[in-house]
C-alpha cells in the first residue's frame, strides 16, 4: 500500500494549579496517516489529515502563560519490530525540524490566557515522519508513544 498509517499513544502530564491546566481532548491513541503522496522533500513526509490539532483548557483561577512539550517513549517500531530511530520529528511554523526523542520538546508556548486554546497544525507542519536510518517495510504498520507534557510559566 502507498499509504502506512502509524499510531502516536498519547500520555498526559499536567501542571495543576488553583483549577487545572489540562489537555482536553487527548484520545488514548490517535493515528496519523503518512502518505508518500503528502512528500514535503526527498527526507520529510507529511500528514494526510490536516486538522491534528490539541485542545487545552485552563481553568486556573490565576492563568498564566504555559508550554506544551513532547517526548517519545521509544522509536518508531513495527508490528513485526522492524525501528526507525528519529524518524519522529516536528515542524514548526518556521520550518524549523526537531526529532523527538526521550527528552521534552517545547512544541507550543501560548501567552493568551485563554479558558481553551487550540494547538494545531496543517498537514506539513508539526507532528511528521522523517527518513530514517533503517528503511521502512512499507507492509507493516508502525506505533511510538507520545508523552504530552504541560507546564506553567510562572509570572515575575
Known amino acids: 500500500r502507498a499509504d502506512r498509517p502509524f499510531r502516536l499513544s498519547s500520555f498526559t502530564t499536567v501542571a495543576v494549579g488553583e483549577g ?9 491513541q490517535r ?5 508518500k503522496k503528502a512528500v514535503l522533500n526527498p527526507k520529510l513526509v507529511g500528514r ?38 528519529d ?3 516536528f515542524r514548526r511554523e518556521d520550518g524549523t525540524v526537531l526529532i523527538l526523542d526521550d527528552q521534552p520538546t517545547l512544541i507550543w ?13 496543517d498537514a506539513d507542519k508539526g ?7 533503517n528503511p521502512i517495510c512499507v507492509s507493516e504498520q508502525y506505533t511510538a508513544g507520545i ?3 504541560l507546564e506553567t510559566v510562572e509570572n515575575n
Open 48 to 85: 494526510t489529515d490536516d486538522d491534528w490539532s490539541i485542545t487545552v483548557s485552563d481553568t486556573r483561577v490565576r492563568k498564566t502563560a504555559w508550554r506544551l512539550f513532547a517526548s517519545l517513549d521509544g522509536h518508531l517500531t513495527s508490528d513485526k519490530s522492524h525501528t526507525l530511530p
Open 127 to 133: 507532528l511528521l515522519m522523517q527518513e530514517s536510518v
Open 20 to 28: 487545572e491546566l489540562a489537555v482536553a481532548d487527548l484520545q488514548a
Open 87 to 89: 524518524a519522529v520529528v
Open 147 to 149: 508523552n504530552w507534557l
Open 31 to 35: 493515528t496519523c496517516t503518512i502518505s
Open 109 to 121: 508556548l501560548d501567552e493568551t490566557g485563554a479558558s481553551s486554546a487550540s494547538v494545531r497544525w
